[in-house]
């Protein structure tokens, strides 16, 4: 499997040049509802091609270019859809705003296996050879990444169990430290000292999408499930498995499919809470006081 970075470019102009080619102009900018950070418009060029863009202040140009580097990664698996990435970058003498730049996701009606098709997509992107998606380690990415706003550290890592204590539980309950008192400051580092009871090695690394809930699974022009707006890096499977039962879940047929793929490890779902502690903390650290009820019961499920 190959990595290979998006390109970067100094202007917006200068990415339509370069892809539609010199003359491209945008002749309608339709803003989009939906995305939680950045603002997201369709471009339509006067050659009639549509084109996704992001914006978002230039401080926070990493954003873009961590997506088009976990966009790149899992188009590189060849596996589930994502949108092309175009380029990325900020542009630096018209609005001075960095951007991301994707082929356009015509959506269009979900074919009838559509579930079904998914869970084989995604359990063959977990199957995918991962080695070249991680610096230094067994686990983690090439490149730091964010979850919704929050960074989210990739260092390579030989063990999962200490990369999801190092690189994904710790950062997030060091920022969360003052929603606990003593008590429950206790309970968490007994819960990070123990998770070696709790997690197990998986068979083999896969690459993850990394924030796998529905609203970033879209159906595309082909009827079939495309990935947007991932956070990812290599981990464990089950991961990716327990984001998709967090908020709602996906129809029973994905999951009985993804299950038949074989890639479940016996007792996933004794760990499903610890991997979605995670996001709920990371909830917590973004919008605040009313995920931290679900925040210590996950606690108390692990710490008696
Ligand atoms: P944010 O990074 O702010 O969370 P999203 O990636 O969720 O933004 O995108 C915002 C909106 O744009 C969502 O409604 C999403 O469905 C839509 N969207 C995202 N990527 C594309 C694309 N390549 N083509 C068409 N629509 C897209």
Known sequence: MEFKMPPQFTSVEEALFSVF????????????AGGDINEAC????????????????????????AEAAGLAAIAGTKTVRTPEVFGFGSDEEKSGRSFLM??????????????????????????????SFVKDGTYGFVCGNYIGSETQINTGCCSWTAFFRDCRLK?????????????????????????????????????????????????????????IDPAVYVGHAEADLAMTELFGGFPQEFYHTYQEMGLQQEGYRRRKDLYNLYHLLNHLNMFGRSYLLSVKRIIREYVQ
């Open 102 to 131: 994707l082929e356009f996701i015509g959506e269009q009606k979900p074919v009838s296996d559509y579930w079904e098709t998914f869970a084989c997509q995604l359990s063959a992107m977990h199957r995918a050879d991962a080695s």
């Open 42 to 65: 369709r471009l339509t060029l006067s050659n009639g091609k549509r084109v996704f863009i992001k914006l978002n202040n230039k401080k926070n140009a990493s954003f873009f270019s």
């Open 21 to 32: 080619g010199a003359g491209s102009k945008i002749k309608t900018v339709q803003k989009l």
């Open 171 to 227: 950062p997030q309950f060091k920022r969360a430290a003052a929603y606990f008192d003593q008590a429950e400051r206790r309970q968490i580092v007994k819960l990070l000292d123990h998770l070696e009871d709790i997690l197990v090695e998986p068979e083999q690394p896969s690459l993850l999408h990394g924030d796998l809930w529905s609203g970033n699974v879209i159906a595309g022009h082909d009827g079939n499930a495309w990935l």
